[in-house]
Every structure is written in C-alpha cells, then in structure tokens.
C-alpha cells in the first residue's frame, strides 16, 4: 500500500481527537471510512497505533512516537506548498514561558537588524519542547533537560530560580525566601512545560499541596488570587509583571539551565546563524 498525506491527516485526527467518532466528523467523513484507513496505516508500519481495549481511545507508544513524526511530515508539506512561502521563509522560534527573559528583545532586535530578509517568529506553545517535535517550530528555547528524541540543543545559560509570592503574603516582606518557607504553602506547578515539582525539596520536606495548571497564565492566575506561591527563574519576572505578585530570590534553589534546541537533519537554512546571535546575545548582555 501507498501511504498517502490523507492517511496522516486522518491519524493526526484521530491523535488530537481521542475518538473516531470525533475525528471523522471533524473531517466530514464517515465512521467506517476512518477505521479503514486507520487500519490500512497500521498494516503498512506493521505496528498497532491505537489502543482500542479501552473505553476512551488512546494511542501506543509506537501511536505516540509516529503522532510527532507524522505531524512534522505534514506541516512540511503544507509549508512548501504555501504559496506565501515563495516570497519569504520566517524562522519559526518557539519556547513554553519567558522565552530568554531579558535577553528577549535583545534577541529580536539584533535579528532584524542582522537579517531584514528572514523575519523571526517567536511563538508561545504551551507544549514540552513548545512544539519543535510536531514540526510547529525551527528552534526552542526550553529549560531543564533536553531529552526528546531526535532533537540537538546547546546551553546558552543558567538562571536562578526565584520564588513568586502574592503581595499580601507574609513572605513578600523578605529580602529573599528558602524552600522550607514555600513548602507548608501550596505550590501552583505547570505540569505541561514547568520545571518546579516536588523533588525540587528534599523528601521529607515536599510540600504537601501542589495545584496542578496547564499553562503560564493559569499559574500567574493561581498565585495573583493568593490560592498557590510558585517557584520560576529570573526571565518570568522580565516577561510577566503583576501588581498582586511579587518575586523574590529562593536561595537554596539550584539554578535551571536553558538551552536552545532543534531537531536533528536538515533545517531552517538561518538555523546557525539564530544559533551563533543566541550564544552572542546572551553573552553580551550577562
């Protein structure tokens, strides 16, 4: 069998989905017609994608792993037959939260000045590598390990963590704050793209409320309302002030690293040099 583009559009469906049901009404076609090019797909990789012994649809790890591949396989070809595409290709930069803190504008500055052809595009993704392993981004910034397959990344730099306080909190009077201090609190953590969880204390010192958001605006929400304190680094307060919250130094926190990242292959052809302005942005302004 010819593996066509329409059976990775009907696979992504179903992926974002989690029905077919769903998904074939999201592509105006029936039922039975779905399954069978979800079954034709899984008999040309040879592997099940889809669990289908449980109520609610859920893809194998194998459905996982060809979710990204086949997401970056379709964004591909809908790019190179954009027509918009022909006039100018836009570096596509994403990140999960505070981008590169201070080093932001900087960043975006200089490349407009240095590359007035190839705009750069920062995009906000609230995913864990902010969309570069579904095809979404050229680069990211991320912070905290890189271990998604198939993707290379760099350390640009190390970031303090700071402690992020509602301003009426008794905390908010010090100069800076422990991590005994937030642990009798509970701690609001982004649980899609965060870098604070329990294990950041010691074992016997976790603390014992964690309020679980999906994204950097729920986690403000939740600390500016007084329902949670949080735990972020030194580029959240550049990118996100708030006249309820506060941020002060967590000195017995360890610091997180940011890195740039990309697949690996063939890329954005202005891929080294955003990786050479990176580096030298942040350099200069450390």
């Excluded at 958001?213 to 403000?220: G, H, I």
Aim: aromatic share 4%; hydrophobic share 45%.
């Amino acid at each position: 069998m010819t593996v066509e583009l329409r059976h990775l559009r009907a696979f992504l469906a179903i992926a974002d989905e989690g029905s077919i049901t769903h998904a074939a009404a999201r592509l105006r076609t029936g039922q039975p017609a779905l399954s069978r090019t979800l079954q034709q797909l899984e008999k040309h990789l040879g592997v099940r994608l889809v669990d289908r012994s449980t109520h609610h649809l859920e893809l194998t790890p194998e459905g996982r792993t060809f979710r990204d591949r086949a997401a970056i396989a379709v964004t591909a070809v809908d790019e190179a037959l954009d027509p918009r595409g022909l006039r100018s290709w836009p570096l596509r930069l994403g990140h999960p939260w505070a981008a590169l803190g201070a080093h932001t504008v900087p960043l975006l500055r200089r490349w407009d000045e240095l590359h007035p052809g190839i705009p750069l595009h920062l995009l906000r993704i609230d995913d864990t590598t902010a969309g570069l392993t579904r095809g979404r981004v050229d680069a990211a910034l991320l912070r905290g390990p890189v271990t998604a397959q198939g993707v290379e990344s760099e350390l640009l730099c190390m970031e303090d963590r700071v402690a992020v306080l509602p301003a009426d909190s008794p905390l908010a009077a010090r100069a800076a704050v422990t991590l005994a201090d937030l642990a009798a609190l509970p701690v609001a953590a982004n649980t899609v793209s965060g870098t604070t969880t329990p294990d950041l204390w010691p074992p016997d010192a976790r603390p014992t409320t964690m309020v679980e958001v999906s994204n950097t605006d729920e986690w403000l929400t939740a600390i500016a309302a007084g329902r949670a304190v949080g735990v972020t680094t030194t580029a959240t307060p550049a990118n996100h002030s708030h006249p309820t919250i506060v941020y002060r130094p967590l000195s017995d926190a360890p610091p997180v690293p940011v890195h740039l990242a990309w697949r690996a292959g063939p890329g954005h052809p202005a891929l080294p040099a955003l990786r050479a302005l990176a580096h030298e942005v942040v350099a200069a302004h450390r």
